[in-house]
């Protein structure tokens, strides 16, 4: 009963280091997506997914890549890292519009 | 666009205190609206919701009502615990999207 898993729980980054944060469920949930927390701004969508092989932008997907291979994996990629993307990164899913997004337990970036 | 608007915190209420947190939205149609709530260190979990006008959600003590003709869906419980100290988010989701827009999150603190 994993639910949504992410790793890592933390992580500290150099300006210009490469990562990716992983993000897996075990629901069979179709839709899933990445949202970002930084404090008085609440949580914004970065990228989703509706389904393996579909993607799209969110509101801040400035710096960040994303791909659905499976259904059950949902990876972020930070390709060259900047301290404005020090923040709590969280990683949901759901499977349609009648039931709950699940969120995993986040990853805190800092970007030094 | 979508947009959601709540009370900023933090809040500190004493236990048994009864508690609101005003929320109110802007949205084309009818959307679905939501609380979710973050206790430290997770990610958020839904704690109830609405889908139509009139509609009450409910759960744990916690109950919100969706106003349509005032766009409010505000959080009400009656006597708080100290266990009710989290993060309380509003959301809504446009009818036929998958996303949802949250607004920047209240914290409450409930001390003994």
């Given at each position: 009963n994993a639910g949504v898993t992410q790793t890592p729980k933390f992580q500290v980054l150099k300006t210009g280091q490469s990562m990716t944060l992983q993000c897996a469920q075990?629901?069979?949930?179709e839709y899933m997506s990445w949202y970002r927390q930084d404090p008085g701004m609440g949580l914004r969508l970065i990228h989703y997914s509706v389904g393996a092989g579909i993607t799209d932008q969110g509101e801040v997907p400035n710096g960040y890549n994303v791909s659905r291979s499976t259904t059950e994996d949902f990876p972020l990629r930070l390709l060259s890292a900047a301290p404005s993307q020090t923040s709590v990164y969280f990683c949901a899913s759901y499977q349609d519009e009648n039931s709950p997004l699940h969120f995993g337990n986040g990853t805190r970036l800092t970007v030094t | 666009g979508n947009s959601v608007t709540q009370m900023e915190g933090p809040v500190t209420l004493s236990e048994e205190a009864f508690l609101t947190i005003n929320c109110t939205y802007t949205a084309t149609g009818y959307p679905s609206l939501f609380w979710y709530v973050q206790y430290p260190g997770e990610g958020l979990q839904l704690l109830l919701k609405a889908t139509k006008a009139d509609d009450k959600g409910s759960n744990k003590g916690f109950e919100a009502t969706y106003r349509k003709e005032t766009t409010s869906f505000h959080l009400e419980k009656g006597s708080v615990q100290v266990s009710d100290s989290a993060v309380y988010f509003c959301a809504l989701r446009r009818a036929g999207s998958y996303q949802l827009t949250f607004g920047k999150g209240t914290k409450l603190s409930v001390i003994p």
């Open positions: 075990d629901m069979n949930h | -």
